[in-house]
């Protein structure tokens, strides 16, 4: 996987007051830290940032006032409000070492069962993997080209040379579900269903021909 560059600057000063200037001019701030050395506090520019990530989350060669070193991303920090980025972490990366980082999903191909009306149901946006730096991905292409109305993706289902995922086997990527309506209908089709076994036959006596005689003689 070829590094994407990304240049930074030391930053010297730190504190609330510090960081909220460096924000309003348009840079922002991190951290850059792993293989045993000591953590360094940056300062990046927002918009370059901001491109960097609208075109991918591989591995990125971070230049450092002249200082170049491969990192990926460990952590980003948003605004709650406005959605901008507030702060961001990096992890140094060394070659022939493995590094586990979260990369995001793209769903690819049109289900069939969506064609039919289903309803396409995303439980992932990204996933943990461990992998070296030279396999790490941009992004991980889930197929959902041939899943049906019903259809569940496991964690199981996705087999990727070279990364192995950190989720549970039966851990859910998406699914296709019925249409809401038709699930509705099939829930109260049930209920009904269920009321109906439940109730009691309703018990009819005849009545007997003593009964009968006793009736004519009043």
């Known amino acids: 996987m070829a590094e994407t560059a990304l240049k930074a600057h030391i930053r010297k000063t730190t504190g609330k007051a510090n960081v909220g200037r460096l924000r309003r001019e348009g840079s922002v ?9 000591p953590a360094v506090s940056l300062a990046i520019n927002r918009r370059e940032l901001e491109k960097l990530l609208s075109e991918t989350h591989s591995l990125i060669r971070l230049d450092v006032d002249g200082h170049e070193e491969s990192s ?38 049109e289900a069939p069962g969506v064609k039919l009306g289903g309803v396409f149901q995303s439980n992932m946006m990204e ?20 899943m049906e109305i019903g259809d569940i993706l496991h964690i199981e289902d996705i087999k990727i040379e070279h990364i192995t995922f950190n989720h549970e086997p039966d851990d859910t990527i998406c699914s296709i579900a019925l249409p809401k309506k038709v699930e509705e209908a099939e829930e109260a089709e049930e209920i009904m269903g269920a009321d109906a076994e439940d109730a009691e036959p309703e018990v009819i006596t005849s009545k007997s021909k003593d009964d009968d005689s006793k009736g004519d003689e009043g």
Do not use: M
Request: proline letters at 7%; aromatic letters at 6%.
């Open 29 to 37: 701030p991190g951290v850059l830290y792993g293989i045993d050395k």
């Open 72 to 109: 990926v991303i460990k952590e980003i920090q948003y605004h709650p409000v406005k959605g901008t980025i507030t702060h961001i972490d990096l992890q140094r990366v060394k070659a022939g070492q493995e590094i586990h980082v979260s990369v995001p999903l793209k769903f690819v191909g």
């Open 127 to 146: 996933l943990d993997i461990s992998t070296l730096p030279k396999y790490l991905p941009g992004e991980l292409e889930v197929d959902i080209s041939k």
